[in-house]
């Protein structure tokens, strides 16, 4: 899956998490606001704020992880108002052992653990020790940078203002 591919499926989830919303705004959500204020009830009632959690993912079978694509919180003000916050993985493509492989821009793209890959401290997975530039490469997009998210305002450099180099050596191909 393309960094394009993977943004076109947020389109969707976007449109699902509203449903969602949408769903605990109506007098449905009555069992869920009731069972919340159980749940604060049963705890400090001013120290906390409970809330149901809606997760779109995928599981990694081999690895036993999972990238979360999408997600939405929703709890309710003790005056009975909707309280929700939500959202999606920010994509980036890469090149492990030759498989195109899109994940979120803090998983790696092998073991599928949390790795802030940095474009000024490349340090390795702690999960796998893959390392950006040997093992992992960055596949970009023509227009958009993979790091920053940002439209490439001029084609003919080759440097985004966060500092990505689309002639890296961690750049596998532009697509």
């Not at 699902?16 to 869920?32: G, H, T, W």
């Not at 009731?34 to 995928?58: K, N």
């Not at 599981?59 to 929700?84: I, N």
């Not at 390795?124 to 023509?142: D, N, R, S, T, Y």
Request: with cysteine.
């Amino acid at each position: 899956m393309t960094p394009a591919q993977f943004r076109s499926l947020l389109d969707e989830l976007d449109e699902l998490r509203e449903q969602l919303y949408r769903a605990y705004r109506s007098k449905r959500r009555i069992k869920v606001q009731d069972t919340l204020a159980r749940v604060r009830d049963l705890y400090a009632p001013e120290d906390v704020m409970p809330y149901v959690q809606i997760q779109v993912g995928v599981l990694h079978r081999e690895a036993q992880k999972s990238t979360k694509l999408s997600w939405l919180q929703v709890s309710y003000h003790d005056d009975g108002e909707l309280f929700t916050i939500g959202g999606d993985a920010d994509p980036r493509g890469y090149e492990v052992e030759g498989k195109l492989i899109t994940v979120s821009d803090d998983q790696c793209p092998k073991c599928f653990g949390e790795w802030c890959i940095n474009l000024h401290n490349r340090q390795p997975c702690p999960g796998c020790g893959v390392e950006l530039g040997k093992q992992v490469m960055i596949v970009a997009e023509q227009d958009i940078c993979p790091f920053c998210q940002e439209e490439r305002a001029d084609d003919s450099s080759h440097l985004c203002e966060c500092g990505f180099d689309w002639q890296a050596d961690y750049v596998a191909k532009v697509v």
